[in-house]
């Protein structure tokens, strides 16, 4: 999902694991566990793995002081590697489904979030047993679950909520898709952030970094490169 370049020339990988032939990654929330990892390859080719067991691994990065860091989505959180304990926990609990993260020219971090935690899914995630009827007898394109893009089929569970008179959208509907970039400070702590609604249609934002005091962001769900706002208005 994502490779980084370490200080000392080794290639960073994040690996998502393999995905059923039937769903798409975005259906790997109501996985258990995770089968994704982290990889790192040295100059010479040796492949050594310093994380496993990851629920979608999807961005990562090298702070400043040498720590590998990595945007475990369907955890919601963002870990700290280390060599000799577990991963430590330093973004918890995060509103949507963390994707990539760039570092900032003056300090801190852009994380990207691909989609919003709705309650409803948050729900289902306590219901093993809807879960798994869900899954053998519903088409996994009406899944209740995250999503790239709005939609306004009947079919998909309360996107039609987010409709009023003459199909307008309210932009506090409900939608399994969102826009979200958060601008961290160098101890992971939000600070600012640039928001697309649930009437808009940036949705699913997967990356976002800084380029010449702007703020770029790709959004899959409309399928275009955006440039944000000025830098200097989030900060």
Known sequence: MACKFSSDGALLVAD??????????????????????VIR?????????????????YGLIETETKEVVVCE??????????SDALPRV???????????IHALSGGGYILSLFAR????????LTEPAF?????????PEYWIAPRFTASA???????????????DIKPWAPSFSYGLVVILDKNFLPLASAQSRANGTRHG??????????????????????????MDQLI
């Open 205 to 230: 934002i997967t990356s976002a970094l800084e380029w010449r005091g702007e703020l770029i962001a790709v959004s899959k769900g409309s399928s275009e490169l955006l440039k944000v706002t000025a």
């Open 73 to 82: 989505s369907w955890s919601a959180r963002i870990n700290q590697l280390t």
């Open 131 to 139: 879960v798994n009827r869900m899954k053998a007898e519903i088409d």
């Open 153 to 167: 089929d009947y079919r998909v569970p309360i996107q039609m909520g987010a409709a009023r008179l003459f199909g």
């Open 90 to 100: 330093v973004l918890q609990d995060a509103p949507g489904y963390p994707a990539r």
């Open 117 to 124: 935690r709705d309650p409803l899914i948050e729900f289902v």
């Open 41 to 57: 390859i040295s100059e010479n080719g040796d492949r050594n793995v310093i994380a496993t067991g990851l629920r979608l691994p």
């Open 16 to 37: 998502a694991g393999d995905v059923d032939e039937r769903t798409s990654r975005l259906h790997g929330l109501y996985n258990e566990t995770g089968n994704g990892q």
